[in-house]
Protein backbone atom coordinates (compact mmCIF):
# COMPACT_ATOMS: atom_id res chain seq x y z
CA UNK A 1 0.00 0.00 0.00
CA UNK A 2 1.65 3.42 -1.07
CA UNK A 3 -1.20 5.51 0.30
CA UNK A 4 -2.36 7.22 3.79
CA UNK A 5 -6.41 6.92 2.79
CA UNK A 6 -5.13 2.78 1.99
CA UNK A 7 -3.32 2.38 5.36
CA UNK A 8 -6.08 3.93 7.23
CA UNK A 9 -8.24 1.63 6.24
CA UNK A 10 -6.34 -1.21 6.55
CA UNK A 11 -5.88 -0.44 10.29
CA UNK A 12 -9.14 0.70 11.02
CA UNK A 13 -11.30 -2.37 9.36
CA UNK A 14 -8.54 -4.52 9.06
CA UNK A 15 -7.52 -7.33 6.41
CA UNK A 16 -6.75 -11.05 6.25
CA UNK A 17 -4.71 -11.80 9.52
CA UNK A 18 -4.97 -8.01 10.75
CA UNK A 19 -7.71 -6.91 13.07
CA UNK A 20 -9.93 -3.98 12.83
CA UNK A 21 -8.52 -1.44 15.11
CA UNK A 22 -11.42 1.07 14.60
CA UNK A 23 -13.39 0.38 17.55
CA UNK A 24 -10.27 0.35 19.84
CA UNK A 25 -8.24 3.57 18.55
CA UNK A 26 -9.72 7.24 17.98
CA UNK A 27 -8.94 8.53 14.18
CA UNK A 28 -6.12 10.51 15.31
CA UNK A 29 -3.99 7.25 16.79
CA UNK A 30 -5.52 5.41 13.30
CA UNK A 31 -3.86 8.49 11.83
CA UNK A 32 -0.28 7.97 13.76
CA UNK A 33 -0.56 4.69 13.25
CA UNK A 34 -0.68 5.07 9.39
CA UNK A 35 1.52 7.56 9.11
CA UNK A 36 4.60 5.82 10.57
CA UNK A 37 3.80 2.62 8.68
CA UNK A 38 3.86 4.89 5.56
CA UNK A 39 6.84 6.49 6.59
CA UNK A 40 8.67 3.48 7.42
CA UNK A 41 7.49 1.70 3.96
CA UNK A 42 9.23 4.63 2.41
CA UNK A 43 12.59 3.99 3.47
CA UNK A 44 12.63 0.27 2.62
CA UNK A 45 11.71 -1.47 5.46
Known sequence: MDSLKDIKNQVSNGK??????????SDKQ????????????EKGW
Open 16 to 25: SAMPAFKNKL
Open 30 to 41: IEDVATYVLEQA
